[in-house]
């Protein structure tokens, strides 16, 4: 199993960032897939979650508004549009592959590595 997450970068107040996420191993279409982030010192925070057709999408208040979730089950892929950004969506983003509809990173069972996102103010 693998999640793959790039996209990553330095981006100033208001821009936008585009990260996605290749999975292999699984049968992806079957999952429900989350994003999660975590900024230095602090706890790994839920950002959004999509179910397995891609119709159904949830996101925190703390993105609501300015992200948007997608996935592309033919190509194995998740994506998170994210606009506005400001200086506290400064973290590493994860991506997350679960069985369970839910924000609790507990029950998430595969992980990528992570992408560095920092917006400068």
């Known amino acids: 199993v693998q999640l793959q997450a790039s996209g990553g970068g330095l981006v100033q107040t208001g821009g936008s960032l585009r990260l996605s996420c290749a999975a292999s191993?699984?049968?992806?279409?079957?999952?429900?897939m989350g994003w999660f982030r975590q900024a230095p010192g602090k706890e790994r925070e839920f950002v959004g979650r999509i179910n397995g057709s891609g119709y159904r999408v949830y996101y925190a208040d703390s993105v609501q508004g300015r992200s948007t979730i997608s996935r592309d089950n033919a190509k194995n892929t998740v994506s998170l549009q994210m606009n506005s950004l400001k200086p506290e969506d400064t973290a590493v983003y994860y991506c997350a592959a679960t069985t369970k509809w839910t924000t609790d990173h507990v029950q998430y069972d595969y992980w990528g590595q992570g992408t560095l996102v920092t917006v400068s103010s």
């Open positions: 191993g699984f049968t992806f279409s079957s999952y429900y």
